[in-house]
């Protein structure tokens, strides 16, 4: 579940940050770069992050079914 979650959001966030990275460099020097991709990756992130909760929340059936069975079977 974590490493699709991750490859989820990955998916989304990185190929987002190596063209921001390109735009960013070419407009700007030292801390104005980092100003830049922050401004432009943040909708991305956002959308990373709603793609790994969905993953997340595809397993929380199973997750809660696993953890369920674990107590009742008196396992801690």
Known sequence: ??????????????????????RCHAEFVNDEVLNCMARRMAPFEAEGVLARESVVEKYAP??????????AMSCY
């Open 62 to 71: 199973r997750v809660d079914r696993v953890l369920d069975d674990y107590e």
């Open 1 to 22: 579940m974590d490493t699709e979650a991750l490859a989820s959001q990955n998916a989304i966030v990185l190929p987002a940050m190596e063209k921001a990275k390109e």
